[in-house]
């Protein structure tokens, strides 16, 4: 399937930082919590990501990552994820998350 650019815009990607992160337990598979700094325009959103096999909370917090931010929020057990935070698969099919490789203003849109 092709997209039009004008198509591909209205997929608002977004870098954030990761202000807090705790596991999640109650998912059905392996999770982190996270809680994801937009910037003032956007705020604070939560998302839960299948990234334990690469991650631990600890490591999280400060790290940039990328979301897409204008989904709907999406219930994963007794959480509301409000983003998609993105990632690709490694060798292993384990998720290595996206970030800009230097610094960026939290809520900066990909293009």
Known sequence: MTLSFDEFLKV???AGRVTRAEPFPEARKPA???WIDFGPEIGE???SAQITAHYTPEDLVGRMVMAVV?????????MMSEVLTLGVPD?????????????VAPGARMF
């Open 12 to 14: 608002d990607i977004r």
């Open 32 to 34: 982190i919590k996270l």
């Open 45 to 47: 959103k939560r998302s």
């Open 70 to 78: 204008n989904f709907p929020p999406r219930q994963i057990g007794p």
């Open 91 to 103: 060798a292993q099919g384990e998720v290595v998350l996206l970030r800009p490789d230097q610094d």
